[in-house]
């Protein structure tokens, strides 16, 4: 029966089976990833609650097993050689005890060390930022009258990592503007959802096409979108380009899949279908490496009619245009209402800056007194216009204007 009485831990939470492993914890996020280690293992274990209501983790007795007063900690009787090893800090015991039995952690040493790269990405990375999201949002810090600190360490976007870069990684270097793109995505829905109000949500996407689209010196005093398509990913950065990848690639990701969810959102569906295509993308790919090539299929499978410019079930256009592609249409909007302002008696959406064959719907939204709400979109080829004669909207409205949620990525939208 191995002795533990030198270790002052036990003093105040008393080892009843010293042979097992012990286990100083309370069911906290980081305290559960031992739990759930030792439950998967199936390594026999007993546990003491480290009370926070007591402060007990601050007491010398646990001071003396982790000097940085936190959960999760272990006492080995078992240790290396057969001796007792006391460990602090969850990452370093999930390795501990991964080698000790043998299990989750690979023995190909490339295979073993791309798990612990995650294992220091959750410590490093994730761990922390959920930390100081929780105390900002939920505890203490919520009070605090300086919201700076709350809007730094949200981080929506090194959050959202965990899906997109995680559970979905990326194939090649083509491919990484999703994980980066997607991840700043969610950061858009973070502002619409968490920080509300739709001017909020109008200034993330106008800072995102300023990145785009504005050349300053971290670039290289280049426009970031004339250098390259997103899937050039790290390549787009060079002596010349600088810091170009990082304003191209998040930014225009994060647009593409924006304006993805624009088309599929309809006033009666919302975003479900949008959701849908979204959860399918993970329940097919989970846990792997996608192709640009995988999502686009994906995409294409859950598209509408309206959609389908080239009529063929396929979104060839849009990937072309926006993903593979480099250009960046302008817009422009002229209407007259009629006298009582309930139809649009003459109208005209024109698109420029554009090759011929550069397609987009654009979608065209009325204000009856409750805000824009989208009724149509008109599809646009080249640098053409399209005209709207004696559009009846059944009921007055205040004004229209076209890709008021900032639907479509573009260098200026004029609403006249
Ligand atoms: N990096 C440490 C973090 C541990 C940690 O932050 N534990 C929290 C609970 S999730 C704690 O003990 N907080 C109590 C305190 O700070 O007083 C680990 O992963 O073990």
């Given at each position: 029966?191995?002795?533990l009485?030198?270790?002052?831990?036990?003093?105040?939470?008393p080892?009843?089976?010293?042979?097992?492993?012990?286990?100083?914890?309370l069911?906290?996020?980081n305290g559960?990833k031992?739990?759930?280690?030792l439950?998967e293992?199936?390594?026999?274990?007993?546990?003491h609650?480290?009370?926070?209501n007591?402060d007990?983790?601050?007491t010398?007795?646990f001071?003396?097993?982790?000097?940085?007063?936190?959960?999760?900690?272990?006492?080995d009787p078992d240790?290396?050689?057969g001796k007792?090893?006391?460990?602090?800090?969850?990452?370093?015991?999930?390795?501990?005890?991964?080698?000790k039995?043998?299990?989750?952690?690979?023995?190909?040493?490339?295979?073993?060390?791309?798990?612990i790269?995650?294992?220091?990405?959750?410590?490093g990375g994730?761990?922390?930022?959920?930390?100081?999201?929780?105390?900002?949002?939920?505890?203490?810090?919520?009070?605090f009258?300086?919201?700076?600190p709350?809007?730094?360490?949200v981080?929506?976007?090194?959050?959202a990592h965990?899906w997109?870069g995680?559970?979905?990684?990326?194939?090649?270097?083509?491919?990484?503007?999703?994980?980066?793109?997607?991840?700043?995505?969610?950061a858009?829905?973070?502002?619409?959802f968490v920080?509300?109000g739709?001017?909020?949500?109008?200034?993330?996407?106008?800072?995102?096409r300023d990145?785009?689209t504005q050349?300053?010196?971290?670039?290289g005093?280049?426009?970031?979108?004339?250098i390259?398509p997103?899937?050039?990913?790290?390549?787009?950065?060079?002596?010349k380009?600088r810091?170009?990848?990082?304003f191209?690639v998040?930014?225009k990701?994060?647009y593409?899949?924006?304006?993805?969810?624009?088309m599929f959102?309809t006033?009666?569906?919302?975003?479900?279908r949008?959701q849908?295509?979204?959860?399918d993308l993970?329940?097919?790919h989970?846990n792997?490496?996608?192709?640009?090539?995988d999502?686009?299929?994906?995409v294409?499978k859950?598209?509408?009619?309206?959609?389908?410019?080239?009529?063929n079930q396929?979104?060839?256009?849009?990937?072309?245009e926006?993903?593979?592609?480099?250009?960046?249409p302008?817009?422009?909007?002229?209407?007259?209402?009629s006298?009582d302002?309930?139809?649009i008696?003459s109208?005209?959406?024109?698109?420029?800056?554009?090759?011929?064959?550069f397609?987009?719907?654009?979608?065209i939204?009325?204000?009856?007194?409750?805000?824009l709400?989208?009724i149509g979109s008109?599809?646009?080829?080249?640098?053409t216009?399209?005209?709207?004669?004696d559009l009846?909207?059944?009921q007055?409205?205040?004004?229209?204007a076209?890709c008021a949620m900032?639907d479509?990525?573009?260098?200026?939208i004029?609403?006249?």
């Amino acid at each position: 029966m191995p002795d533990l009485s030198a270790f002052p831990i036990t003093a105040r939470w008393p080892a009843k089976y010293p042979d097992r492993l012990q286990l100083y914890s309370l069911p906290t996020p980081n305290g559960v990833k031992v739990s759930i280690m030792l439950e998967e293992i199936g390594l026999p274990y007993e546990v003491h609650l480290v009370d926070f209501n007591k402060d007990d983790q601050k007491t010398p007795e646990f001071l003396s097993l982790n000097p940085n007063g936190k959960i999760p900690a272990i006492l080995d009787p078992d240790g290396p050689g057969g001796k007792p090893l006391p460990l602090f800090e969850s990452g370093a015991i999930l390795q501990y005890l991964a080698e000790k039995t043998g299990k989750l952690l690979p023995a190909d040493a490339a295979r073993r060390y791309q798990t612990i790269q995650w294992v220091h990405f959750q410590m490093g990375g994730i761990g922390p930022m959920f930390g100081q999201v929780g105390f900002f949002n939920k505890f203490a810090g919520k009070d605090f009258e300086d919201k700076r600190p709350l809007q730094r360490y949200v981080a929506p976007h090194e959050i959202a990592h965990q899906w997109w870069g995680h559970v979905i990684g990326w194939d090649s270097y083509h491919d990484q503007w999703m994980s980066e793109g997607f991840a700043e995505f969610s950061a858009s829905l973070y502002v619409q959802f968490v920080r509300q109000g739709l001017k909020k949500f109008l200034d993330f996407w106008d800072n995102q096409r300023d990145l785009i689209t504005q050349s300053r010196p971290a670039t290289g005093d280049i426009k970031p979108y004339t250098i390259g398509p997103v899937t050039q990913g790290y390549r787009l950065s060079n002596a010349k380009t600088r810091a170009a990848y990082q304003f191209l690639v998040y930014p225009k990701g994060a647009y593409i899949l924006h304006m993805i969810r624009m088309m599929f959102y309809t006033a009666r569906d919302k975003d479900t279908r949008f959701q849908s295509l979204m959860h399918d993308l993970v329940q097919t790919h989970f846990n792997h490496d996608i192709s640009t090539e995988d999502f686009k299929r994906i995409v294409e499978k859950h598209m509408s009619k309206d959609m389908d410019l080239d009529e063929n079930q396929r979104l060839d256009w849009f990937f072309n245009e926006w993903v593979y592609g480099t250009e960046i249409p302008s817009y422009r909007f002229e209407y007259q209402l009629s006298p009582d302002g309930s139809a649009i008696s003459s109208g005209r959406i024109t698109q420029s800056g554009v090759s011929d064959n550069f397609k987009m719907l654009v979608p065209i939204y009325v204000d009856f007194g409750k805000g824009l709400a989208r009724i149509g979109s008109a599809k646009l080829i080249g640098n053409t216009s399209v005209e709207i004669n004696d559009l009846k909207l059944g009921q007055p409205i205040k004004r229209a204007a076209i890709c008021a949620m900032d639907d479509v990525l573009a260098l200026s939208i004029q609403n006249k």
